[in-house]
């Protein structure tokens, strides 16, 4: 089972996979309405945003508890806002590798990091061409290592993955062939974030 950030229109468009996302046993959260930051939001427009991707995520019959900001960009209101909609964990910040509570408000966190996302690995930028693609090889050692240490630790390994990156055929055979590495480690759950942020 995994976690799926979606923005509120990429639900709109592609309704049925949500929705097979839900039949699945998989968790859907909140991952912006536009994918605007809410650093370029003033506090009333975060809010609506807010409020539109709940509206459109709970139609789809799921307990949506968890939020994950575009780009990993919180204002200085966001928090306030997600415990004032019944949000219940944010995945956003880089500060530990253990889920911990907030003393206020009394959300959960649950860290990520660049290491572990998709992204700055495999996403040429066209803009600049200064960005190198990396092989599937350079990103299983990094993943591997970091998912080893994390595992030693006892902290939680937080992958973060985009469909239009992760998804080429080579980069899919990679994943499946990865997650049968971390899956073969019996001590080692794979579940959503919202389970993981239940254990903090």
């Known amino acids: 089972r995994a ?87 944010s995945s956003n910040l880089m500060d530990d590798i253990r889920p911990y509570r ?15 996302d998709d992204a700055p690995h495999f996403w040429f930028d066209g803009a600049s061409w200064t960005k190198t693609v990396c092989t599937t090889a350079h990103v299983r050692t990094l993943w591997e290592e970091e998912f080893l240490g994390i595992r030693e630790l006892g902290g939680a390994c937080v992958f973060t993955m985009h469909p239009q990156i992760i998804g080429r055929p080579s980069r899919l055979a990679f994943l499946d062939r990865f997650l049968s590495f971390v899956t073969d480690h019996p001590d080692v759950w794979v579940t959503t974030t919202a389970q993981i942020a239940s254990r903090a």
């Open 3 to 89: 976690t799926f950030y979606i923005p509120g229109p990429v639900a709109e468009r592609h309704p049925e996979r949500v929705a097979a996302i839900v039949a699945a046993g998989h968790e859907i959260a909140h991952h912006g309405y536009t994918h605007t930051s809410p650093n370029k939001l003033t506090r009333d427009q975060e809010q609506a945003e807010l409020v539109r991707g709940l509206e459109i995520l709970r139609g789809f019959g799921a307990k949506v508890t968890g939020y994950r900001s575009p780009s990993w960009d919180l204002s200085p209101h966001t928090l306030d806002l997600l415990h004032e909609h019944g949000i219940a964990y």
């Open 102 to 116: 907030l003393a206020s408000p009394p959300l959960v966190e649950v860290p990520i990091s660049w290491l572990l």
